[in-house]
């Protein structure tokens, strides 16, 4: 008996999943108190669910064809500089800006499509409300194509020109380059209006009449947004970068296109975490200007029911930072000789396991009856304040850069004379902002509120002091140092490369889950305040649900991305004597 | 100091160090009291776990001591060592064929309860709630009016939410599941909330949570007349305003501004 009802919830679970999957095709469609009209079905899917993975979807690819111009344009900038005083070192970065923008044209296809199918579900499930808006966004309608095209146009040239504008030309390449981002840039500016809009809705009447186009476009929540995702794109798009090279590096037999691709790797891991060092104040700025607006996004999103996707958010954050440190310590084990470095790399790691443990410890807890001290736990509770998660993140990014400085070290004996003293210095230093950040936090716990407050704020700036600091030192410490063992490229373990495609998938996911909360976060609104969501499909759907929608989406974007990546690899027969010059030696810059 | 550490790692290999270090973070976390719920454990061992996996992993060397301690065999070792071998052979697979039983074995207990600190609602219901004008700001609040809601507090709230308003009134214990009164006093309760909603929380909000959480129902007799019998108790909407002006100035904190 028992094992026969253990078995049949086992079931139960296997059916809600499927029904999960066949709501999408088929949903009761009467709608209660409004008219059929206003949200027609097709073809009987849920249109909610559909309009939810065709807009996280056409918002992925976007973010990727927007954000890989941005750093290999960049990249490219700095192979042109590098020309007369290093050719090798120009060379390969040419080659890499080249490598990431092999990617585009078929995620461009992707975007593409994917906004197409986004804009004819939205037309034909939701026309109400797409009337609505295109009454207050109509000209953006018109000009936000342009703009694509534009930068489609720039976009093609820019890839497919690239052996032609070489030498005296690269000039006009670069230039196509930086207009390519500044179209790009524009078209993401123009869709953020629209979504922030139906967010901090501005510039109507409150029957929804436009009053000012300028006010509805530059919305409250419209600049946080754009900041958000210019950064938060980024750091995206260089994580799947160094997916990708992950991928052809393991698919790779060859040492010297190993070599390049683990160079590859290596920036696109380096470019997403220094970019997301600025996400938490992106995010928070956004959040801010939210709950300005209006207090119920406050309660929905910190005390209500979306505030258990950001405590699935503090875990998901940790796994990226853990990954991405262990990729950094796998690192040094391509440096010959630099065994006095990997001695701290155990110590290291006990130190962020422990802070990203007390970073996401939860202020209020999932308990069943016989656990539950009522949703707050005196011992647990005292970890998951304030004071003590500040501590936590800052000793964690602490923890992070002195990687990063004994990382810069390996292999490298510094000449200067004053060397000696120079790294107890700075080691002093580092262990100093550590204590400081400690006390101050320590001494923030037993403050009053708007104290501790004040003391966070100081945490950071002993932070950016402590490492600005050492980081000056440190390039005068090295400034001609001795390279006692160049970096061995490509001959990191394997496992670092599974890390790689582990991080991006973590970070697609992530993007779904935060999209879920920022969408989500207007409940039954199709625009704040304004517009009501009154069809059948309005409601939110559990957490569990949600997440399997969302891995769901990431489950589809891997399988198309897995396409654009074999493409892009087919197309790149590499070059044999290329590579014999290209392959990095040495520290990169 | 490292004749000590040579010592541990001749007598204790490393797969014997790690599954003990898993082991004692795991017993302490569960002697914990009161009782750290399960969920939480679960996100501690997780990252303990990663942590010894990125351990272990951190170079080849590493892996390979670890790996050949169970394949490795060379006959002329202690006994003590082979002994950890076969421990740890027998031990690692009980634990995890455990852990699946007690995921599958049928339980009785209701399901682990999410409970949401603030109640979902409506703009269109919190625009409906109007702020009396000398509620409104709290720099003008009068002090006989704090004091009026001083008394009702103590005399109707106080058992549940405390004295001190920081959730530990005599009744508190009694209602640990799925929350507790609200401890006023901590900044993730009413400091996050606007007036509207706290006045709408008291008088109706309580109905949406009416059967996961203790806290009444304090209808306005004049303003709800078909109120639920079970959850009624009378405060008119003058007293339940002036409860909300004490719980603030008692706390310290100021209503969220909308």
Request: hydrophobic share 50%; charged share 15%; aromatic share 14%.
């Amino acid at each position: 008996m028992a094992a026969d009802s253990a078995n049949r919830s086992r079931w139960r679970g296997t059916l809600r999943a499927a029904c999960l999957v066949a709501s999408l095709f088929c949903t009761a469609a009467w709608a209660q108190g409004s008219d059929p009209g206003d949200y027609p079905t097709i073809a009987g899917i849920n249109s909610r669910l559909a309009v939810w993975i065709a807009a996280q979807l056409h918002l992925m690819f976007a973010a990727f064809v927007l954000a890989v111009p941005m750093f290999a344009v960049f990249i490219e900038f700095l192979g042109w500089r590098a020309e007369k005083t290093d050719r090798v070192a120009a060379r390969r970065h040419d080659w890499l800006a080249h490598e990431m923008a092999s990617l585009l044209p078929v995620a461009y296809s992707l975007t593409a499509i994917t906004g197409a199918l986004l804009g004819f579900l939205l037309f034909t499930a939701y026309p109400k409300f797409m009337h609505h808006l295109t009454g207050v966004f109509g000209p953006t309608f018109i000009v936000y194509p342009l703009f694509f095209v534009a930068e489609t146009l720039c976009l093609y040239f820019w890839y497919y020109g690239w052996h032609r504008w070489q030498g005296d030309k690269k000039w006009f390449h670069l230039l196509l380059g930086l207009a390519l981002n500044v179209f790009g840039t524009i078209v993401m500016f123009i869709a953020d209006a629209w979504a922030t809009y139906m967010m901090t809705p501005a510039g109507v009447t409150e029957q929804g009449a436009l009053v000012s186009l300028y006010d509805a476009v530059w919305n409250p929540g419209w600049m946080p947004l754009n900041i958000h995702r210019l950064v938060a794109n980024v750091t995206f798009g260089a994580l799947l970068c160094s997916a990708y090279a992950a991928y052809r590096l393991l698919l790779s037999d060859d040492a010297r296109e190993r070599a390049l691709y683990d160079w590859m790797g290596y920036t696109g891991n380096l470019i997403a975490l220094f970019t997301m060092l600025f996400l938490p104040f992106a995010g928070y700025y956004f959040g801010f200007e939210l709950f300005a607006f209006s207090a119920t996004y406050g309660v929905t999103l910190m005390g209500g029911v979306l505030s258990w996707l950001f405590i699935i958010q503090a875990i998901v954050i940790a796994v990226l930072f853990i990954g991405a440190a262990y990729y950094s310590w796998l690192g040094l084990l391509r440096i010959p000789g630099s065994e006095a470095q990997q001695r701290w790399s155990p110590v290291f790691n006990v130190l962020l396991i422990a802070g990203f443990a007390v970073w996401a410890t939860p202020h209020t807890m999932a308990a069943s009856i016989e656990e539950s001290t009522g949703g707050f736990h005196p011992v647990l509770g005292a970890l998951g304040v304030m004071a003590p998660k500040m501590i936590a993140v800052t000793l964690v990014l602490v923890v992070l850069y002195a990687s990063y400085l004994l990382y810069r070290r390996a292999g490298r004996v510094p000449t200067v004379g004053w060397a000696r003293t120079g790294t107890t210095v700075e080691w002093g230093l580092v262990g100093l902002m550590a204590v400081t950040i400690a006390a101050l936090g320590i001494f923030g716990y037993f403050a009053p509120a708007h104290i501790r407050i004040k003391t966070s704020i100081w945490q950071i700036y002993v932070l950016i002091g402590g490492i600005a600091a050492t980081f000056f030192l440190d390039q005068a410490l090295l400034r001609g140092a001795k390279t006692v063992a160049a970096v061995r490229w490509g001959t990191m373990p394997r496992r670092g490369q599974y890390v790689l495609v582990l991080l991006a998938v973590v970070i697609v996911w992530l993007m779904g889950l935060m999209g879920y909360a920022r969408s989500g976060a207007r409940l039954n609104w199709h625009v704040f305040g304004i517009m009501e969501d009154t069809s059948p499909n309005a409601g939110l759907p559990s957490l569990g649900e949600a997440a399997l929608v969302i891995t769901l989406i990431t489950a589809i974007f891997f399988a198309l991305l897995a396409v654009a990546f074999a493409v892009a690899g087919m197309a790149r027969g590499t070059d044999e004597r290329a590579l014999v010059e290209l392959s990095p030696q040495g520290e990169p810059q | 100091m490292t004749r000590l550490r040579d010592a541990w790692r001749t007598h204790v290999p490393l797969p014997t160090s790690v599954v003990l270090i898993v082991a004692a973070i795991y017993v302490a976390l569960k002697l914990v009291r009161p009782v750290i719920p399960g969920s939480v454990i679960l996100l501690y061992m997780g990252f303990v776990i990663a942590g010894a996996t990125i351990h272990v992993t951190l170079d080849d060397a590493r892996i390979r001591r670890f790996l050949d301690f169970f394949v490795e065999v060379s006959g002329r070792e202690p006994r003590a060592i082979r002994a950890q071998r076969w421990a740890l052979l027998a031990v690692i697979p009980l634990v995890l064929g455990w852990w699946v039983y007690d995921a599958l074995r049928p339980k009785y207990a209701p399901p682990v309860e999410i409970f949401q600190r603030h109640p979902t609602v409506g703009e269109e219901v919190l625009k409906r709630v109007t702020v009396p004008a000398w509620a409104a700001d709290p720099a003008k609040w009068r002090a006989e009016d704090v004091a009026v809601g001083k008394r009702l507090y103590e005399a109707n709230c106080a058992v549940c939410h405390g004295e001190k308003l920081d959730g530990q009134g005599p009744a508190a214990e009694g209602f640990r599941y799925p929350i507790r009164p609200a401890n006023f006093t901590d900044a993730g309760t009413i400091a996050q909330l606007t007036l509207p909603y706290v006045y709408w929380r008291l008088t109706v909000g309580g109905i949406q949570n009416q059967f996961n959480s203790a806290m009444p129902k304090w209808t306005a007799s004049d303003a709800e007349p078909d109120a639920s019998t079970l959850h009624s108790n009378d405060l008119t909407s003058d007293e339940a305003w002036k409860v909300i002006l004490y719980i603030y100035r008692g706390s310290g904190f100021e209503p969220r501004r909308e």
